[in-house]
């Protein structure tokens, strides 16, 4: 596996672990952990760059075909 996205998924374990742990310790709101986790995703696609919005949507949009298409069991010739 590529080292970019083990360290990905390292990141967003630890993101998700942290958000869970402070809400099951009432230091924050089951809102607060939707938009941490918000947040994470955003960062996961790329939308928290300097991209103009209409980019970074369409970069979002490119992502949720390519995860489509590995859902539905389609060949995929270039992941980003």
């Known amino acids: ?35 941490r986790l918000f947040l994470v995703g955003k960062s996961l696609v790329g939308w928290d760059s300097d991209l103009p919005d209409d980019e970074a949507f369409d970069r979002l949009r490119e992502y949720n075909r390519t995860v489509n298409e590995i859902m539905e069991g389609k060949p995929i010739s270039n992941v980003s």
């Open 1 to 35: 596996m590529d080292e970019n996205l083990k360290n990905l998924i390292r990141y967003a374990r630890s993101e998700f672990t942290e958000a869970e742990r402070l809400r099951s310790a009432g230091l924050i709101s089951d809102e607060a952990v939707f938009v």
